[in-house]
């Protein structure tokens, strides 16, 4: 499976932006995706999860109320809605695929990784 983001750029904070995860391979549309964002000096954490079906999703509580990820399966592209952004959002976002739903919020379980996109906030 290989994954392509896009989306990121400059964004005022209280803005909104979204992000796309582009994925190619066999039975892409069957892989749950998690997009993980890394700041400066942070560990790479996740952001938000779905199911390859889109029934079941997860968002970070940082995120939560502001974030919406969605995925069209037609099109193998999860999408990642960044409202209100905050000066705090700013990271390289990767997204990642997994065969099944993974259990922990960490990067165990993605098997495929993207390249990231660099998103920046200014005030």
């Known amino acids: 499976v290989q994954l392509v983001e896009s989306g990121g750029g400059l964004v005022q904070a209280g803005e909104s932006l979204t992000l796309s995860c582009a994925a190619s391979?066999?039975?892409?549309?069957?892989?749950?995706i998690g997009w993980f964002r890394q700041g400066p000096g942070k560990e790479r954490e996740l952001v938000a999860a779905?199911?390859?079906?889109?029934?079941?999703?997860y968002y970070a509580d940082s995120v939560k109320g502001r974030f919406v990820i969605s995925r069209d399966n037609a099109k193998n592209i999860v999408s990642l809605q960044m409202n209100s952004v905050q000066l705090e959002d700013a990271a390289v976002y990767y997204c990642?695929?997994?065969?099944?739903?993974?259990?922990?919020?960490?990067?165990?379980?993605?098997?495929?990784w993207g390249k990231g996109t660099l998103v920046t906030v200014s005030s």
């Open positions: 391979g066999p039975s892409a549309d069957r892989y749950a």
């Open positions: 990642a695929a997994s065969q099944h739903w993974p259990t922990g919020r960490g990067t165990e379980g993605y098997e495929y």
């Open positions: 779905i199911r390859w079906n889109g029934v079941r999703t």
